[in-house]
């Protein structure tokens, strides 16, 4: 079974940029999709990346596009979310996610769909 633990998170002024990092752990990891999510106070938990087991196919939301980079570096067991220009609207909890049962089809912007959630760590964009 693959744990995850979130790292980098902070705060950071509207225009800057900050990295977070999903550590996993468990042989399964190789062949998760995995997936960042993000969570603002008072609203639903919402899609932010994805990325499917080789690191070649990449899935974004409108939100983040062209500002945002989802990357896994396989030996090291670790998916990073690289987030550019940042704003405000930014400010969330970001949780990471896998969906470690090995399924190749099905809609990886579907939170229900992952099997394992790490802790998330806090990413503040002040405005």
């Known amino acids: 079974q693959v744990q995850l633990v979130e790292s980098g998170g902070g705060l950071v002024q509207a225009g800057g940029s900050l990295r977070v990092s999903c550590a996993a752990s468990?042989?399964?990891?190789?062949?998760?999709?995995m997936g960042w999510f993000r969570q603002a106070p008072g609203k639903e938990r919402e899609f932010a990346a994805a990325?499917?087991?080789?690191?070649?196919?990449?899935l974004y939301a409108d939100s983040v596009k062209g500002r945002f980079t989802i990357s896994r570096d396989i030996p090291k067991n670790t998916v990073y979310l690289q987030m550019n220009s940042l704003k405000p609207e930014d400010t969330a909890v970001y949780y990471c996610?896998?969906?470690?049962?090995?399924?190749?089809?099905?809609?990886?912007?579907?939170?229900?769909?992952?099997?394992?959630w790490g802790q998330g760590t806090q990413v503040t964009v002040p405005s």
């Open positions: 468990g042989r399964t990891f190789s062949r998760s999709v």
């Open positions: 996610a896998a969906e470690s049962r090995g399924r190749t089809f099905f809609n990886y912007r579907g939170r229900t769909e992952y099997d394992v």
């Open positions: 990325i499917d087991r080789s690191g070649l196919i990449t």
